[in-house]
C-alpha cells in the first residue's frame, strides 16, 4: 500500500510538476517587475528631490513653487485673461489696458525642468501699460519672517521678444503695506534684502508678490517656474 502511495505521488509530480514550477517562476517573475518598477520610481522621486533642493540657495529656511508650477490645475484656463482671472487656488492675473487679448494655458515643463508644470500666455493684442501676475504668500513664508532674512524671488521665463519685468514684494503690517521693488536684471530671481526695510515684525499679516510685466507687445511667453524662497544673512 505504501508503495502504491510512493507510486501515485511520482506520477503526480511528473504530471503535473512542471506546470507548477512554471507558476511559481511566474510569479516570481512579476514580483521582481514590480519591485524594478518600485526601484525606478524611488530613484526618480530621489533625483527630482535632489534637483528641487539643489536650485535653492545655501542655509534656504524656507521655499515654495505656486500651485501652477506644482501640479495639475483643477481648471485650466484656455481662454482669454480678464482682469482678476484666477490661475490656480494662489494667482490672479490683473491687467492695467484699455483692452487686451491674452491666453493662458498649463503645459507640462520640459524634461529636465525642475517645476513638472510650466505657464505659456499668447498674447495677441494689449493696449496698456502692464499686466501683472499676483501671487498669494501661504502663512509660513511669514512665521519667522525677520530684518535678517534675505527674500529671493525666481522667474523662469522664455520669451521670443525682450520683455522689462519686475517683482514687487507686499508685506501688510497693520494699517500699512511695506512695498520693496526690483527689476530682473538677465538673472533668473531677484534678491529683497529685507535689512534695509522697515519691516515691523510683529505686525506681520499677510503677503503676496506682484510680477510686473511693461507693456507687453504680440508675443508668446512661457513661465517656465515661479518660486519664492528666503534664507537668513550671513553673519559678519
Excluded at 74 to 86: E, L, T, Y
Excluded at 109 to 128: C, M, T, W
Excluded at 202 to 210: A, F, I, P
Amino acid at each position: 500500500m505504501a508503495r502504491l502511495g510512493g507510486l501515485f505521488q511520482q506520477g503526480f509530480r511528473r504530471r503535473f510538476g512542471g506546470d507548477a514550477d512554471a507558476a511559481r517562476a511566474g510569479v516570481l517573475k512579476r514580483r521582481a517587475r514590480e519591485m524594478a518598477a518600485g526601484v525606478e520610481r524611488l530613484a526618480a522621486s530621489a533625483d527630482a528631490q535632489q534637483a528641487s533642493n539643489s536650485q535653492w540657495p545655501l542655509h534656504t529656511d524656507w521655499a515654495w513653487r505656486p500651485e501652477a508650477w506644482s501640479g495639475q490645475l483643477v481648471v485650466d484656463r484656455g481662454g482669454a485673461v480678464s482682469n482678476g482671472s484666477p490661475l490656480g487656488s494662489d494667482a490672479k492675473f490683473f491687467l492695467d489696458c484699455r483692452q487686451a487679448e491674452i491666453a493662458v494655458r498649463q503645459i507640462d515643463g520640459k524634461p529636465d525642468a525642475v517645476a513638472p508644470q510650466a505657464i505659456a500666455i499668447e498674447v495677441s493684442r494689449f493696449e496698456g501699460s502692464f499686466f501683472s501676475l499676483v501671487v498669494e504668500l501661504p502663512g509660513a513664508a511669514l512665521n519667522g519672517l525677520s530684518r535678517r532674512h534675505l527674500l529671493r524671488i525666481g522667474l523662469d521665463l522664455e520669451a521670443k521678444q525682450h520683455i522689462a519685468v519686475y517683482a514687487r514684494l507686499n508685506l501688510r503690517q497693520g494699517p500699512n503695506v511695506l512695498q520693496l521693488v526690483r527689476r530682473f536684471e538677465g538673472e533668473a530671481h531677484v534678491d529683497l534684502d529685507l535689512a534695509v526695510s522697515d519691516l515691523d515684525e510683529e505686525r506681520l499679516s499677510d503677503g503676496w508678490v506682484d510680477l510686473i510685466f511693461e507693456a507687453p507687445l504680440a508675443t508668446r511667453m512661457v513661465l517656465a517656474d515661479v518660486t519664492v524662497s528666503r534664507r537668513p544673512r550671513a553673519a559678519f
